[in-house]
C-alpha cells in the first residue's frame, strides 16, 4: 500500500471542493490575477471600477475570497486595499496536485 492510500494521506476533498468553489467564478478569477499581476495592493474601488458588477458584488467576492484565505486585506481611511494571501498560488497548486496524483479507487470516490 502506497502512503497516499493510507487515509489520514488522502487529500480532503470537502476542503479541495471549497478552495475551487471559492476560484470558480469568472470575476473571481479575474480578481485573482489582477492582485497576481500588481506590483502592490490593489484597492477596493479599482475593482469597481474595473468590473462590469456593482461595488456590492464586488464586495461579495472578495467576501468569499478572504474566507477562502486567498486574499488578505489592509483598511486605509475608507478605503481597503487587499493582496493575494501569501501562500495562495502555493495551494491552489497543491490542490490541483493532490487530485491529479490520487489513485483511482472506490474507497475517494465521492459519496
Given at each position: 500500500?502506497?502512503?497516499?492510500?493510507?487515509?489520514?494521506?488522502?487529500?480532503?476533498?470537502?476542503?479541495?471542493?471549497?478552495?475551487?468553489?471559492?476560484?470558480?467564478?469568472?470575476?473571481?478569477?479575474?480578481?485573482?490575477?489582477?492582485?497576481?499581476?500588481?506590483?502592490?495592493?490593489?484597492?477596493?474601488?479599482?475593482?469597481?471600477?474595473?468590473?462590469?458588477?456593482?461595488?456590492?458584488?464586488?464586495?461579495?467576492?472578495?467576501?468569499?475570497?478572504?474566507?477562502?484565505?486567498?486574499?488578505?486585506?489592509?483598511?486605509?481611511?475608507?478605503?481597503?486595499?487587499?493582496?493575494?494571501?501569501?501562500?495562495?498560488?502555493?495551494?491552489?497548486?497543491?490542490?490541483?496536485?493532490?487530485?491529479?496524483t490520487q489513485p483511482a479507487h472506490a474507497s475517494t470516490a465521492p459519496r
Open positions: 500500500m502506497h502512503d497516499r492510500d493510507h487515509p489520514e494521506r488522502r487529500p480532503d476533498f470537502d476542503r479541495l471542493a471549497a478552495l475551487f468553489k471559492a476560484v470558480a467564478d469568472p470575476y473571481r478569477l479575474r480578481i485573482l490575477a489582477t492582485l497576481a499581476a500588481a506590483e502592490d495592493d490593489v484597492c477596493v474601488c479599482e475593482f469597481t471600477d474595473a468590473l462590469p458588477i456593482n461595488q456590492p458584488t464586488v464586495s461579495h467576492h472578495l467576501r468569499i475570497l478572504r474566507e477562502a484565505e486567498l486574499v488578505t486585506w489592509e483598511r486605509r481611511g475608507t478605503w481597503v486595499y487587499y493582496r493575494p494571501a501569501p501562500d495562495a498560488s502555493a495551494r491552489i497548486g497543491a490542490a490541483l496536485r493532490a487530485i491529479f
